[in-house]
């Protein structure tokens, strides 16, 4: 069956503009993870969703950061004026539920703020 | 917080020699997941680990979780150039209330010199 799916694959972007990500989880998943990977470097947690709800914000680096899920299925991750910093690959991730499961990650977005 | 200490950083090897990466929590844990991540790719999961005092094998890996359940290792034994990557391990902690909060490590990255 299909993975995770993320979209778009690469964006480069200006500073000060917003982006939105994509992440379609795998059908049936019920929660949805996101991170940050800068190169070289290991997993920041950003948020997670079980179901559309989100109990944990608390890895969102600022408020420019902020993120949403619809149905249960596909998660958007917004990023306002985007800041060099902000340059990372940005993976989601799926599981059948949040406790103690296997989580599959989506090819991940990455992303370039000039 | 959480944390995960990874170690080590890097680790280059000869065809045929073992590796080993070890992950250290500062608290106990529920579990402990570990994926693998090629170069250029996104992780990957291997396995997870639940009992304390725990060991799984996957052909030429071997998986352990400490018997105080705040330690892990995963072992390689005659590695093989198709075993290069970044090994991560990811923390679920005890008693939480943020159960989808994984802590991962900041991996391990393995080379193999053929």
């Known amino acids: 069956g299909a993975g995770v799916s993320q979209s778009p694959s690469n964006k480069v972007t200006e500073k000060g503009k917003d982006v939105e990500l994509r992440c379609d989880p795998i059908s049936g998943h019920t929660a949805l993870y996101w991170y940050r990977q800068s190169l070289g470097q290991g997993l920041e947690f950003l948020i997670y969703f079980q179901g559309n709800s989100a109990p944990d914000k608390s890895g969102l680096p600022s408020d420019r950061f902020s993120a949403e899920r619809t149905g249960g299925s596909v998660s958007t991750l917004t990023i306002q004026r985007t800041q060099q910093e902000d340059s990372a690959v940005y993976l989601c991730?799926?599981?059948?539920?949040?406790?103690?499961?296997?989580?599959?990650f989506g090819p991940g977005t990455r992303l370039t703020v000039t | 917080g959480q944390q995960v200490m990874q170690i080590p950083q890097y680790q280059h090897v000869q065809e045929g020699e073992d590796f080993t990466t070890y992950c250290n929590s500062s608290t106990t844990l529920s579990n402990i997941q570990w994926y693998k991540q090629r170069p250029g790719g996104h992780p990957v999961f291997l396995i997870q680990l639940v009992k304390s005092g725990e060991v799984k094998k996957q052909k030429r890996l071997t998986f352990q979780f400490g018997e105080a359940k705040k330690n892990s290792s995963l072992h390689i034994t005659a590695t093989q150039t198709t075993d290069v990557g970044t090994y991560f391990c990811a923390a679920n902690p005890a008693g939480g209330t943020s159960y989808g909060k994984l802590t991962f490590g900041q991996g391990t990255i393995l080379t193999v010199h053929p």
């Open positions: 991730a799926s599981s059948l539920g949040v406790q103690g499961n296997e989580q599959y």
